[in-house]
């Protein structure tokens, strides 16, 4: 099994600044790595998929890269909507896992 | 428009079995290279990942309860049923569905999830 880890485990930002998660995963993924973001009461919501992509709808303040086993998501500019919690997902390897999360929540 | 709705008894007893339907709509479960999974979340914690089915009805099951899951589909009702045997207070959580467009993407729309107690 491919075992994710996500640091830090919480993360206090301001509003405007910038906000760097990391995910590592325990083998290689190739590119094979998505980002969701949740918010309290809702399901996960795609951000990032194929490591560095946008999904549909997710604005550019949005950024991923890496490949292999480590990958970093950032968050150029935090607005308000962004506070969550932020799973990093590994779909190249069975069985898929996701990582235990990374909470942005406000300084 | 794509989405997924969950039905399914929410609270079961210990030793009973889950089983939850996932209808969907805005997709055709005969399309090549989708998929369905199932995934939950305990209270508080991070996501996991249980059985997914795709379009050819190839079924994956995440390892250690692969002996207690079920995945199978309807594809003219439009529906994918996930069935979790011998419940264990440990199996409370908020189970989803969610869909992928094609292999080796990661899961685009998720359903709102619904929570599932056991409890004696």
Redesign the interface.
């Known amino acids: ?1 491919t075992v994710m880890t996500q640091s830090p485990a919480t993360l206090s930002v301001s509003p405007g600044e910038r906000a760097t998660l990391s995910c590592r995963t325990s083998q290689s993924v190739s590119s ?1 790595l ?1 980002w ?1 973001q949740q918010k309290p009461g ?5 951000v990032i ?1 194929g490591a560095s992509t946008r ?2 709808g997710i604005p550019t303040r949005f950024s991923g890269s890496g490949s292999g086993t480590d990958f970093t998501l950032t968050i150029s500019r935090l607005e308000p909507e962004d506070f969550a919690v932020y ?1 990093c ?1 590994q ?2 390897n ?8 990374t909470k942005v929540d406000i300084k | 428009q794509i989405t997924l709705k969950e039905s399914g008894l929410t609270l079961v007893k210990p030793t009973q079995t889950l089983t939850l339907t996932c209808t969907i709509s805005g997709f055709s479960l005969r399309t090549t290279g989708v998929s369905v ?1 199932w ?1 939950r979340q305990p209270p508080g914690k ?4 249980l059985a ?1 089915i795709y379009w050819n009805n190839d079924q ?4 250690s309860l692969q002996s207690r899951l079920t995945i199978t589909k309807d594809t003219s009702r439009y529906q994918v049923v996930l069935t979790l045997a011998n419940m264990d207070p440990v199996d409370t959580g908020t189970y ?1 569905c ?1 869909h ?1 467009p094609r292999w ?5 729309y ?4 619904t929570r599932v107690t056991v409890s004696s």
Do not use: C, K, V
């Open positions: 099994e094979s998505a969701y809702q399901p996960p919501r795609l998929y999904a549909i799973y997902h779909y190249g069975s069985p898929l896992t996701f990582g235990p999360g | 999974a995934m991070a996501l996991e990942w997914l994956r099951y995440y390892p989803y969610a992928s080796n993407r990661p899961f685009d998720w359903s709102q999830g």
